[in-house]
């Protein structure tokens, strides 16, 4: 469907599909469920009620819950279960949404949101893994000497590393957008 909000029905669609994979809490490969989202596609799920209609038809099926680093506030409901943590492998946690950790990033493109089972960091479980020489000598951040006598004079520093997929099954990507048809993010480096 095209849309130029992100749809609770969306969020769990991703879930259901990267579950369905045997990723996440009860795949089983395992793994911790996180929403990468960019703050422009956030605001768009911070209303959320299980039960509450927020648009035409849509329904969420879960709330959202701020985690507890989100700013104090009053409520008159129970919070049944634990509320989400501060903060996953140094990334903040917004809030929860069903199993899935809502993570805000700018590292993720505007009108794009991933929804990913991960093992942690450096883990073997991740969908995409980080790649570098199996020689130390080779890998990290490396001093080139220069050509004469003075350490620093014509040296440089190098560094080698690529990515590889893992696990396809263990992440989706959507894009909010009014188009049909889908559309690769430009990345600005």
Known sequence: MAQTSIDSADIEDMIRHVVHHGYGRFGAQGGRLIILAHPNQVEDMTFWRAGVEYAAGRTPKWDFIPSAAQPAYFTNEQIVGAIPPTDFEGLRVLSSYGDAWLIESHYAPSEYVIG???????????????????????????????????????SFYASGFGTGVRHRGAAVVMQVTEDANYTAPTIQT
């Open 116 to 154: 990913a089972a991960t093992g942690g960091l450096d883990s073997d479980r991740n969908p995409v893994g980080f790649r570098e020489h199996t020689n130390p000598a080779y890998s990290g951040l490396r001093h080139i000497p220069g050509a004469n006598r003075y350490a620093l004079q014509d």
